[in-house]
């Protein structure tokens, strides 16, 4: 239970050390696809989600990912006119465009899961396995929202 004369302390609040964690880790790998390719975050985690999941929309993309339309829109864009991603008309819904990735974009795509599971596995070095094993467990229970996250009242 919290104590309610202790005074709010951001750095010590859960939600921010996970975001800051993730953005350090995340800033750590961007410099990889930055300095080889010239891609912004976004465009990495459109390709990413390509490569792992196939062809999909934007839609589907943004709701995978939690990026924003307009970011995905721009990122799309961008890897279309490099040549790593086609649009095709949806049978489905007229609205919409599967993206898939081109083979520059398949290629790219490998390369980068390589220097991926690299980065991977020195942040699971740093950490130790047993550390780095929980850590795993934890986040995905988070992720889950398996860890009872609503309060009470909500």
Request: aromatic residues 8%; positive net charge.
């Amino acid at each position: 239970m919290t104590d309610p004369t202790r005074r709010f302390d951001l750095d010590e609040f859960l939600p921010y050390l996970l975001n800051q964690a993730a953005e350090a880790t995340s800033h750590e790998f961007q410099s990889v696809y930055r300095d080889r390719y010239g891609f912004t975050r976004t465009q990495w985690r459109v390709l990413a989600n390509l490569g792992k999941f196939g062809a999909m929309t934007a839609r589907d993309i943004c709701a995978i990912s939690h990026i924003e339309k307009t970011k995905v829109s721009r990122a799309v864009a961008a890897l279309e006119q490099a040549g790593m991603l086609s649009r095709t008309p949806s049978t489905t819904d007229r609205r919409a465009e599967v993206l898939a990735l081109t083979p520059k974009g398949h290629t790219v795509f490998a390369e980068l899961g390589k220097l991926a599971q690299g980065f991977d596995q020195h942040l699971r070095d740093a950490l130790g396995q047993n550390e780095a094993a929980k850590l795993v467990s934890i986040l995905r229970q988070l992720a889950k929202g398996g860890a009872g996250l609503r309060q009470k009242g909500d």
